[in-house]
């Protein structure tokens, strides 16, 4: 074997070998993976307690809360005056308005009690049968004037006697009446609403 060959030879059974110098920080990894999950079990903790524990209620001190109870007291104070107000206003309105209208129909009373002697004397105009012509144009406007205004008559012969509204001048018996009837109006009454302005006089028949 030529020289040659055995420098083949020793180059071919030369193994080789690969070295890394490189350091691997085992520690460090493992502190960095520690620290790692060390802060996600506190985040996941955390939260957990979080989800746990109630919110916080709102207390109020003793202060605030006897102020609370003090503007709940005056509340309810002003709304009672309030209430009793409105109350009073209203029944003030009523009045007024009651007393308004009794003025109202008394000065209306006054001025038709002035006008009944003229009524009176179209009523003897009509029983007579002077009541024609102008004449009973001038009556017929009257009696729808007075009418508008709330004047009703009332007294007719054969009405029942009623002493509240009827003003007896003669008394007489008569077999053709069951009760105190009404056989002759001298003078006809008229009302004004609920008011009476003034009764009828009329004579009256008892039964004999």
């Given at each position: 074997?030529?020289?040659?060959?055995?420098?083949?030879?020793?180059?071919?059974?030369?193994?080789?070998?690969?070295?890394?110098?490189?350091?691997?920080?085992?520690?460090?990894?493992?502190?960095?993976?520690?620290?790692?999950?060390?802060?996600?079990?506190?985040?996941?903790?955390?939260?957990?307690r979080a989800a746990e524990e109630p919110?916080?209620?709102?207390?109020?001190?003793?202060?605030?809360?006897?102020?609370?109870?003090?503007?709940?007291?005056?509340?309810?104070?002003?709304?009672?005056?309030?209430?009793?107000?409105?109350?009073?206003?209203?029944?003030?309105?009523?009045?007024?308005?009651?007393?308004?209208?009794?003025?109202?129909?008394?000065?209306?009373?006054?001025?038709?009690?002035?006008?009944?002697?003229?009524?009176?004397?179209?009523?003897?105009?009509?029983?007579?049968?002077?009541?024609?012509?102008?004449?009973?144009?001038?009556?017929?406007?009257?009696?729808?004037?007075?009418?508008?205004?709330?004047?009703?008559?009332?007294?007719?012969?054969?009405?029942?006697?009623?002493?509240?509204?009827?003003?007896?001048?003669?008394?007489?018996?008569?077999?053709?009446?069951?009760?105190?009837?009404?056989?002759?109006?001298?003078?006809?009454?008229?009302?004004?609403?609920?008011?009476?302005?003034?009764?009828?006089?009329?004579?009256?028949?008892?039964?004999?």
């Amino acid at each position: 074997m030529s020289r040659a060959d055995d420098e083949n030879d020793g180059q071919a059974t030369e193994r080789v070998v690969i070295r890394d110098r490189r350091k691997i920080d085992v520690k460090g990894k493992d502190t960095t993976v520690t620290r790692e999950a060390e802060e996600s079990a506190e985040a996941k903790g955390g939260a957990h307690r979080a989800a746990e524990e109630p919110a916080d209620e709102v207390t109020t001190t003793p202060g605030l809360g006897a102020e609370l109870a003090a503007l709940r007291t005056e509340l309810e104070e002003r709304t009672r005056d309030l209430q009793r107000v409105t109350a009073e206003f209203a029944n003030y309105r009523k009045r007024v308005d009651r007393d308004r209208s009794a003025a109202a129909e008394q000065t209306t009373g006054t001025v038709l009690t002035a006008l009944l002697p003229m009524l009176d004397d179209v009523d003897r105009a009509r029983e007579h049968g002077d009541l024609v012509g102008p004449f009973a144009t001038v009556a017929e406007a009257l009696g729808a004037a007075v009418g508008k205004l709330g004047l009703v008559a009332f007294g007719e012969k054969g009405d029942p006697f009623d002493p509240t509204r009827h003003e007896a001048v003669a008394h007489l018996t008569s077999a053709d009446v069951t009760e105190p009837t009404c056989v002759e109006v001298m003078r006809r009454g008229y009302t004004l609403g609920e008011r009476l302005l003034r009764p009828a006089m009329v004579a009256v028949a008892d039964p004999a």
